[in-house]
């Protein structure tokens, strides 16, 4: 199986913030990773797929990049809607697997 | 609109099975897929497998292929899961959402609708 291994597990960040979560797969899986924000109490919701695409409806201040195995994931300017759980998915093969969730807390 | 409707709350015994649901609509049923994953309280999403409606074909996590089954009616585009031998450690969220994996690793279509979820609690 792909382990899907994410970093920093947690980070504090202020509104205004750039920040970046990384997201290293143990297998080569190209570009087939997702990344999806969870707030508390609410479903996750899709931000990035194919690694770099954003989900329509998403603002611009979220990108993904990467290929191969190595992964991130960059919010610029934080807003106070951005405090949430961030999850990384390969689809790349089966079985697919979620990373283990990084939590951006205000500072 | 793109809904997936699932079925509401199940308190269930250690060693019961549960039957979840998922109806689908604002789209043709057959020409996705449907993927279950659950969150546990505290703890991030686990997938747990995926199902093509066109064809019944599965796929499953590895931990949960001997005592879960997902099966999907076409005639009322609703998909379901059933796990069996439930313990607390089953005590979760369970959400479907949908999925495109027929179009190809490049669609866009993996993961981009959710149902509201499902609470399944065990406990004696």
């Known amino acids: 199986d792909i382990q899907m291994t994410q970093s920093p597990s947690a980070t504090s960040a202020s509104v205004g913030d750039t920040i970046t979560i990384t997201c290293r797969a143990s297998?080569?899986?190209?570009?087939?990773l997702a990344w999806f924000q969870q707030r508390p109490g609410s479903l996750p919701k899709r931000l990035i797929y194919?690694?770099?695409s954003l989900q329509t409806g998403v603002p611009s201040r979220f990108s993904g990049s990467g290929s191969g195995t190595d992964f991130t994931l960059t919010i610029t300017s934080l807003q106070p809607e951005d405090f949430a759980t961030y999850y990384c998915l390969q689809y790349n093969s089966f079985p697919w697997t979620f990373g283990q969730g990084t939590r951006v807390e205000i500072k | 609109q793109v809904q997936l409707l699932q079925s509401g709350a199940e308190v269930k015994k250690p060693g019961a099975s549960v039957k979840l649901s998922c109806k689908a609509s604002g789209y043709t049923f057959t020409s996705y897929e449907i993927s279950w994953v659950r969150q546990a309280p505290g703890q991030g999403p686990e997938w747990i497998g995926w199902i093509s409606v066109y064809n019944g074909n599965t796929k499953f996590a590895h931990k949960f292929q001997d005592r879960v089954s997902l099966t999907s009616d076409t005639s009322t585009d609703t998909s379901y899961l059933e796990m069996r031998s439930l313990t607390s450690d089953d005590t979760a969220i369970y959400y479907c959402?949908?999925?495109?994996?027929?179009?190809?690793?490049?669609?866009?279509?993996?993961?981009?609708?959710w149902g509201a979820g499902t609470l399944v609690t065990v406990s004696s």
């Open positions: 959402a949908r999925v495109g994996h027929n179009y190809g690793l490049d669609s866009p279509y993996y993961f981009d609708f």
């Open positions: 297998h080569i899986i190209a570009n087939y």
């Open positions: 194919g690694a770099s």
